[in-house]
């Protein structure tokens, strides 16, 4: 069992930065992929971006590519999401998730975190 506790969400205005973090419980992080969500009102949740085990792979999604970063911390048990550049179209509840295979999809995850609102106004 893996709970996900994501933080560092809130309210930014476009163009600026936010770091999202997402906390993971258990000595067993370092074998699940990691992957970041997001889900607009209205919308379907959608992958934003994904890391492998040893974080030598990572994916984004090419909505985010060049403003986004997904990272990990395998001491820390802690993956996070840096978002620069952000846009009003990139507000959302955003999820961390971990799944047992290197690349996480909405079909892969296994782990869910609570979700951690990210609001940019224009």
């Known amino acids: 069992q893996v709970q996900l506790v994501e933080s560092g969400g809130g309210m930014v205005q476009a163009g600026g930065s936010l770091r999202l973090s997402c906390a993971a419980s258990?000595?067993?992080?370092?074998?699940?992929?990691m992957g970041w969500f997001r889900q607009a009102l209205g919308k379907e949740r959608e992958f934003v971006a994904s890391?492998?085990?040893?974080?030598?792979?990572?994916n984004v999604a090419p909505s985010v590519k060049g403003r986004f970063r997904i990272s990990r911390d395998n001491a820390k048990n802690t993956v996070y999401l840096q978002m620069d550049s952000l846009k009003a179209e990139d507000t959302a509840v955003y999820y961390c998730?971990?799944?047992?295979?290197?690349?996480?999809?909405?079909?892969?995850?296994?782990?869910w975190g609570q979700g951690t609102q990210v609001t940019v106004s224009s």
């Open positions: 998730a971990a799944s047992s295979r290197p690349f996480v999809t909405l079909g892969s995850a296994e782990y």
């Open positions: 258990g000595r067993t992080f370092s074998s699940y992929g």
């Open positions: 890391i492998s085990q040893s974080g030598g792979l990572a």
